[in-house]
C-alpha cells in the first residue's frame, strides 16, 4: 500500500526533509522536494541531491527517539458492550454469515463512543476492510473518519496512523499524495508500533548510497522500538530476530521472536520453540546454544498450533499474556492450562447481553442512537 509513492520523489522526501513537523509545514517541504526532483539542476536541486554536506546536515532531520504508546485502561461498563460484540463477531468470522456482523456494530459503536479504545480500533477495521457489512462505501469512509477523530483524543500515535491509512486510500478531503507518509512518520514519532515499523522500511527503499548505513541505524532504531512496545509489533519483532541471529546475537534474538510470538506472529513462536528444543540433531537452531528446555518449547508448540488454526481472528488475535505462560529464562515456568486468554475468551460462553438500561446509558450519554449506535 504504502509503496506507490516511493520512487525518486519518496527519496527525496525522506532524505532531504523532517516529516515529524506538523502537516500543513510538511506539505509545503514536500512540495519543495517534489520541485527539486522535476528541477535538479536548480541551485537547491544540485544542493540537495549533489553536495554529500548538505546532505548530511538533513540527513539529521530522520532522528529517531523511541517513544513507546501509552494505552489507558478500558472502561468497564463500555467493555461489556466491547466483548459481548467481539465474541459473537469470533464465531462468525470462520464462515460469514450474511447481517451477523451488522447486528453488534451498534455495541462497538457505543462502547468506542464511550472511550473504549479497543472498540474504536476494531471498528475502524471493521469500516475500512469487512466485505460482510451492509454499508456503502461512502458510509464506511464518512464513520471512518468520525471515529478516527474520536481515537485522536485518546491514542493519538494509532489516530495518526489510522489517518496516513486513509489517505492512502483516498478517504477524506483531498490530500498531496505524500501526506500520508507525512502522517506515517508523525504516528511513529507519538510512538505507533505499526508506524516505527513501517516507516523503518520505506527508509531503506530510499536508493541513495551515502545515506544508507544513517538510514539502516534509524531504520533498525524504529524496528527495535516497535518490537518492544507492550503491544509489539509481529513485523519489527520478525526483522529483529533476524537481524540477531545473522550476527550470531542468538540470545537476543529468542527474546525478539519471544515478543513476535507475543504479537500473534506464528513464525515466532515456532522460532522460539526450536531454539529451547528440536529432536533434530541437525536443526540449525542447535548451534544458539540455549539451553534445553523441553517445557518451555512444548509451550510455545501449543501457542503457535493455535495461532496456526485461528488466524481468522486477526487483527485481534495475539497472546498478550505470553509472559505469564512462558516467560523467558532464568523466569521459572508458571503452572499453566494449555490455553492464551484470547483462547479461553473465544472457546467459553458468550458474555451476557448487556441489559437495555446499560446501552441506552451509554448511548444517551455520548449523543448516539441506542439502536444503531449513530449520532441521533
Same mark, same amino acid.
Request: hydrophobic share 35%.
Given at each position: ?7 525518486? *520523489?519518496? !527519496? ?6 523532517? /516529516? ?32 554529500? !554536506? ?19 485502561? @478500558? ?13 459473537? =463477531?469470533?464465531?462468525?468470522?470462520? *464462515? ?5 456482523? =451488522?447486528?453488534? *456494530? ?41 471515529? %478516527?477523530?474520536?481515537?485522536?483524543? #485518546?491514542?493519538?500515535? !494509532? ?16 490530500? =498531496? ?9 508523525? &504516528?511513529?514519532?507519538?510512538? %505507533? ?8 522500511? @520505506? ?7 551515502? !545515506?544508507?548505513?544513517?538510514? /539502516? ?9 516497535? &518490537? ?20 550470531? &546475537?542468538? %540470545? ?18 515456532? #522460532? ?8 533434530? @540433531? ?10 534445553? =528446555? ?7 508448540? #501449543?501457542?503457535?498450533?493455535? @495461532? ?13 499474556? /505470553? ?44 449523543? /448516539? ?8
Amino acid at each position: 500500500m504504502r509503496t506507490k509513492h516511493i520512487p525518486s *520523489l519518496l !527519496s527525496t522526501i525522506l532524505v532531504s526533509m523532517p /516529516l515529524l513537523s506538523a502537516c500543513d509545514v510538511g506539505r509545503e517541504m514536500a512540495r519543495s522536494a517534489m520541485d527539486m526532483v522535476r528541477n535538479p539542476q536548480t541551485d537547491v536541486g544540485k544542493q540537495v541531491l549533489g553536495s554529500s !554536506s548538505y546532505k548530511h546536515s538533513k540527513l539529521k532531520n530522520l532522528e529517531f527517539t523511541c517513544v513507546k504508546e501509552q494505552f489507558p485502561s @478500558l472502561p468497564q461498563e463500555a467493555d461489556q458492550l466491547y466483548r459481548y460484540a467481539l465474541y459473537h =463477531d469470533f464465531k462468525n468470522r470462520w *464462515l460469514p454469515k450474511p447481517g451477523v456482523l =451488522d447486528r453488534y *456494530l451498534p455495541y462497538y459503536r457505543i462502547a468506542a463512543a464511550n472511550g473504549h479504545w479497543q472498540a474504536n480500533l476494531t471498528l475502524q477495521e471493521i469500516l475500512l476492510k469487512s466485505k460482510d457489512i451492509n454499508l456503502e462505501t461512502r458510509e464506511r469512509r464518512g464513520e471512518g473518519i468520525y471515529w %478516527n477523530e474520536k481515537l485522536m483524543k #485518546i491514542l493519538p500515535a !494509532s489516530a495518526h496512523y489510522w489517518w496516513s491509512l486513509y489517505i492512502d486510500v483516498g478517504y477524506g478531503p483531498k490530500h =498531496d499524495p505524500d501526506d500520508a507518509i507525512i502522517y506515517l512518520r508523525k &504516528a511513529a514519532d507519538l510512538g %505507533n508500533a505499526k508506524a516505527q515499523y513501517e516507516v523503518g522500511e @520505506l527508509l531503506m527503499k530510499v536508493v541513495d548510497k551515502e !545515506s544508507k548505513q544513517y538510514r /539502516l541505524k534509524i531504520s533498525d532504531a524504529m524496528h527495535q522500538c516497535a &518490537a518492544e512496545q507492550i503491544y509489539p509489533d509481529a513485523n519489527a519483532a520478525k526483522s529483529m530476530t533476524a537481524a540477531f541471529s545473522v550476527h550470531g &546475537a542468538y %540470545n537476543k534474538a529468542v527474546f525478539y521472536a519471544h515478543q513476535g510470538a507475543k504479537a500473534g506472529e506464528t513464525s515466532s513462536a515456532h #522460532i522460539t520453540r526450536m531454539a529451547f528444543y528440536s529432536d533434530n @540433531l541437525k536443526s540449525r537452531y542447535k548451534r544458539w546454544d540455549i539451553p534445553e =528446555d523441553k517445557e518451555r518449547s512444548r509451550r510455545y508448540k #501449543i501457542i503457535r498450533e493455535f @495461532l496456526v488454526t485461528h488466524a481468522h481472528l486477526k487483527p485481534e488475535l495475539n497472546v498478550h499474556d /505470553l509472559d505469564e505462560i512462558v516467560p523467558l529464562p532464568p523466569a521459572k515456568l508458571p503452572s499453566w492450562d494449555g490455553k492464551i486468554a484470547i483462547q479461553r475468551f473465544e472457546e467459553g460462553p458468550a458474555p451476557a447481553k448487556p441489559s437495555d438500561e446499560l446501552v441506552r446509558r451509554l448511548a444517551q450519554q455520548a449523543g /448516539l442512537d441506542p439502536n444503531t449506535g449513530l449520532p441521533k
